[in-house]
């Protein structure tokens, strides 16, 4: 078992619509990030949390929420889905200030 | 702004040929540096770091990175790719000053003729 693990692994869904991406992860790490991907535009940060009542915003926040359930979960929301937000996304996470990040598989997702 | 900046978007080399890739990054204070790897359809993954002690940082699959402090950068080498180092290269940066999020720079695509 995979110990990122990202779900839905692929995603269509309509323009306007709610959708929540998921991440859990079974490497007891505090750290976890929300990216996406987009060609020629690298890995952009969207939210990261350092535990259950940390929440930060990163770089690209706007038309994203976040919740950690709890340490080894945290989800992210398109509340109103739009096409620009078409792109792949990825769950990270990561030990202590000083460690790599560990990636999930990615999350595809296509806003029609 | 702190930035992350990879000066290569594509790099096409023959089988055998040296690679440099460059990494520039705008943060002050401590950082800790990374170079990850996503080989076509795959996440991304660790090819090595840098946190302290020598500049010279050696990862997996012949690849080595240095850190050159007053140049802001940690170019990534490689002194002779394969056909199977074909992917995208990213750099990436933590810092204090920064909360310790963890950013990335556009990417680097290689490709490796055989």
């Known amino acids: 078992d995979a110990d990122v693990t990202q779900t839905p692994r692929n995603r269509i869904t309509k323009t306007g619509k709610r959708i929540m991406l998921e991440c859990s992860q079974t490497?007891?790490?505090?750290?976890m990030y929300w990216y996406r991907q987009d060609p020629g535009l690298g890995l952009r940060l969207i939210y990261y949390s350092f535990d259950v009542k940390d929440i930060n915003k990163g770089e690209i926040s706007d038309g994203y929420s976040v919740s950690r359930q709890a340490q080894a979960k945290f989800s992210l929301s398109l509340e109103s889905a739009i096409p620009n937000q078409t792109a792949l996304y990825f769950c990270?996470?990561?030990?202590?200030?000083?460690?790599?990040?560990?990636f999930g598989q990615g999350t595809r997702l296509t806003v029609v | 702004a702190q930035s992350v900046s990879q000066h290569n978007h594509h790099v096409i080399l023959s089988e055998a040929a040296s690679l440099e890739l460059g990494c520039n990054y705008s943060y002050g204070g401590t950082v800790n540096l990374f170079w990850y790897v996503q080989y076509p359809g795959q996440h991304l993954q660790l090819l090595l770091k840098y946190f302290s002690g020598d500049p010279l940082v050696k990862g997996i699959k012949g690849f080595e990175a240095e850190f050159i402090k007053s140049k802001f950068s940690f170019n990534l080498r490689k002194p002779s790719v394969q056909w199977s180092d074909t992917a995208e290269y990213f750099c990436?940066?933590?810092?204090?000053?920064?909360?310790?999020?963890?950013?990335f720079g556009a990417g680097t695509r290689l490709t490796v003729k055989p």
């Open positions: 990270a996470t990561r030990d202590r200030v000083n460690t790599e990040a560990f």
């Open positions: 490497k007891g790490h505090d750290r």
């Open positions: 990436a940066v933590s810092s204090i000053s920064s909360n310790n999020d963890m950013r």
